[in-house]
T-cell receptor, first 114, second 116 residues
């Protein structure tokens, strides 16, 4: 079956530090990959996505590249801000298997301190 | 305009009661979902409906019954609530197409259910 493994948190960084949150996946078909973000007390928002190998998703200074050879989709940001404090979820949707549900990682809580 | 909305935002109830959570999307999507987020933030699919028909039903107690009166609505009814049902429930929708990015799901704000 499908699975997503992302680094355990919580992660605490100082403002302007470099961020990497690792994500690897296992899928039976040809998945699309996503990062969702959940700000405190809010629902999930799509942060970025990539639908095929070597695609790079980017949004709000965050980037992630779909690496099929390493089955990874690591999230990066060059300079984090306090407002980036949130829980980040890596997820996949496996179109090849004919199902549409998202399989999520366990989430990584990021805290950015001034 | 809110794309995916849920009501209520908070729901506190006693064990054994029956309750419903409503979800509506104005995106014109064909597929809607319910997810459960537990106390450790882990998210898991519960149900998926496409054009009012059930297409995914994960291992969920039959006390949970989704109902889709039309493709813009997917409500979740829960009978005989138990303590372990306490969680945040998220509704989502997507529009599967043959083009790239068809899997993108848009989430509602969540309903925090607390069973006492």
């Amino acid at each position: 079956g499908n699975s997503v493994t992302q680094m355990e948190g919580p992660v605490t960084l100082s403002e302007e530090a470099f961020l990497t949150i690792n994500c690897t996946y296992t899928a039976t078909g040809y998945p699309s990959l996503f990062w969702y973000v959940q700000y405190p007390g809010e629902g999930l928002q799509l942060l970025l996505k990539a639908t095929k190998a070597d695609d790079k998703g980017s949004n709000k200074g965050f980037e992630a590249t779909y690496r099929k050879e390493t089955t990874s989709f690591h999230l990066e940001k060059g300079s984090v801000q306090v407002s980036d404090s949130a829980v980040y979820f890596c997820a996949l949707s496996d179109r090849g298997a004919g199902s549409y549900q998202l399989t999520f990682g366990k989430g990584t809580k990021l805290s950015v301190i001034p | 305009d809110t794309a995916v909305s849920q009501t209520p935002k908070y729901l506190v109830t006693q064990m054994g009661n029956d309750k419903s959570i409503k979800c509506e999307q104005n995106l014109g999507h064909d597929t809607m979902y319910w997810y459960k987020q537990d106390s450790k933030k882990f998210l898991k699919i519960m149900f998926s409906y496409n054009n009012k028909e059930l297409i995914i039903n994960e291992t969920v107690p039959n006390r949970f019954s989704p109902k889709s009166p039309d493709k813009a609505h997917l409500n979740l009814h829960i009978n005989s609530l138990e303590l372990g049902d306490s969680a945040v429930y998220f509704c989502a929708s997507s529009q599967p197409t043959s083009g790239a990015g068809e899997d993108t799901q848009y989430f509602g704000p969540g309903t925090r259910l607390t069973v006492l």
